[in-house]
């Protein structure tokens, strides 16, 4: 079989977000880190990067010759589904947790991951490059966050985890 490879910088919550479904599902794979700088063999806005991953956003996933992908959620479903661990109920082929999964993915993606990203923006960025950090973003971005947060509270309350019986959803990763 011919070798998993991961294209990313450890910086990106994307990248982190497929590392996590690669390590859970323990599979051998090489990371090749990016660069995002455009200075390195791997430049992601260049040539052959680019003609990969047409965003040119710094992630790529490739399964052999034959698969090649770019984006995190669609890169973590696939491992779920072309290497499922044993004992582990397929979610993607019984609809009903399909579509209970789908619904927390797209809350993770849709309504938690733009204020959070928005959070570490001003949070951390910001002070590491010596831009201020603005209160008003953060007020507002922190205020969205707590909505999601009471939304994750009360569907924890009928079901041990968001996605019914699978707990990773919350981060994208099934």
């Given amino acids: 079989m011919a070798a998993k490879k991961l294209y990313g910088t450890l910086s990106c919550p994307a ?3 497929a590392l996590a479904s690669m390590f859970e599902h323990e599979l051998n794979f090489e990371f090749i880190p990016v660069d995002l ?3 390195g063999d791997h430049d992601v806005k260049k040539g052959p990067f680019l003609s990969l991953n047409p965003f040119g956003n710094g992630l790529l996933f490739q399964d052999g ?3 090649t ?5 669609a890169i ?3 491992i779920s589904h072309q290497y499922p661990k044993p004992g582990k109920e ?3 082929i ?3 947790l399909q579509g209970i999964a789908a619904t927390w993915i797209d809350v993770e993606d849709h309504q938690f991951d733009p204020p959070t990203s928005k959070l570490v923006m001003e949070l951390v960025h910001k002070p590491k490059i010596g831009l201020p950090t603005n209160q008003a973003v953060v007020a507002e971005e922190e205020a969205k966050l707590a909505m999601v947060l009471d939304v994750y ?3 924890l309350t009928v079901s041990p985890y968001l996605g019914e019986i699978y707990w990773l959803d919350l981060l994208g990763l099934r």
């Fill in 15 to 17: 990248t982190m977000r």
């Fill in 37 to 39: 700088t455009g200075a």
């Fill in 65 to 67: 010759d034959s698969l």
């Fill in 69 to 73: 992908l770019f984006e995190s959620r």
């Fill in 76 to 78: 973590m479903r696939f």
């Fill in 90 to 92: 397929q979610v993607f």
């Fill in 94 to 96: 019984v609809p009903k």
């Fill in 153 to 155: 509270e009360e569907r």
